[in-house]
């Protein structure tokens, strides 16, 4: 379930820790499997669970605390908007309505051409730049309708490659 490479990438971090102290890495092991698999089911993380030698519970509470872990499959690029005060005083509330017209989805769903999640955050820490977003992996302040039009107009799409499986080869 884990590559070959997010083994050695989890190794890596493991290393940064003491012996013994694997379990250290488990936020980082869970970000390095969500890479690879999109979000985190639950068999994802009992191999990771399996891989640091540690009970699943323990990345289960790990895995299920933090927002930045999806526990079901997201849109090819997610859009974490923070709607805590700051924010919300210099204006989600009107970057959630556009989005929402926009994408045609609401917090915790995906457009149906997967192509957006759109999820709700509580606080980005970027409180001098609200209203803020995370889009992927980039924080996004002083946000506009228009500025976010183009942020999202110049992400890519679509995901790798496509193969094309012909089902009945006649």
Same mark, same amino acid.
């Given at each position: 379930?884990?590559?070959?490479?997010?083994?050695?990438?989890? %190794?890596?971090?493991?290393?940064?820790?003491?012996? /013994?102290?694997? %379990?250290?890495?488990?936020?980082?092991?869970?970000?390095?499997?969500?890479?690879?698999? /999109?979000?985190?089911?639950?068999?994802? $993380?009992?191999?990771?669970?399996?891989?640091?030698? =540690?009970?699943? =519970?323990?990345?289960?509470?790990? +895995?299920?605390?933090?927002? $930045?872990?999806?526990?079901?499959?997201? @849109? %090819?690029?997610?859009?974490?908007?923070?709607?805590?005060?700051?924010?919300?005083? &210099? @204006?989600?509330?009107?970057?959630?309505k556009h989005l929402r017209e926009k994408?045609? =989805?609401?917090?915790?769903?995906?457009?149906?051409?997967? %192509?957006?999640?759109?999820?709700?955050?509580?606080?980005? +820490?970027?409180? /001098?730049?609200?209203? +803020? +977003?995370? =889009?992927?992996?980039?924080?996004?302040?002083?946000?506009t309708p228009r500025k976010i039009n183009?942020?999202?107009?110049?992400?890519?799409?679509? &995901? /790798?490659?496509?193969?094309?499986?012909?089902?009945?080869?006649?």
């Amino acid at each position: 379930m884990l590559s070959a490479q997010a083994q050695d990438e989890i %190794r890596s971090e493991i290393e940064k820790y003491p012996k /013994g102290h694997a %379990r250290a890495a488990v936020m980082a092991a869970l970000r390095i499997a969500q890479n690879e698999h /999109g979000w985190v089911s639950r068999d994802v $993380m009992e191999h990771v669970a399996d891989f640091l030698e =540690i009970e699943p =519970i323990k990345v289960a509470e790990v +895995a299920t605390f933090y927002t $930045m872990y999806d526990l079901k499959p997201v @849109g %090819r690029h997610k859009i974490s908007l923070c709607t805590n005060i700051s924010c919300a005083l &210099r @204006g989600s509330e009107g970057i959630e309505k556009h989005l929402r017209e926009k994408l045609k =989805i609401g917090f915790g769903e995906t457009t149906k051409d997967q %192509r957006f999640t759109l999820q709700e955050v509580e606080c980005l +820490a970027a409180c /001098g730049g609200a209203p +803020a +977003a995370l =889009i992927d992996t980039e924080y996004h302040e002083n946000l506009t309708p228009r500025k976010i039009n183009e942020i999202l107009d110049a992400l890519p799409w679509p &995901r /790798g490659k496509f193969e094309f499986v012909c089902l009945n080869p006649a």
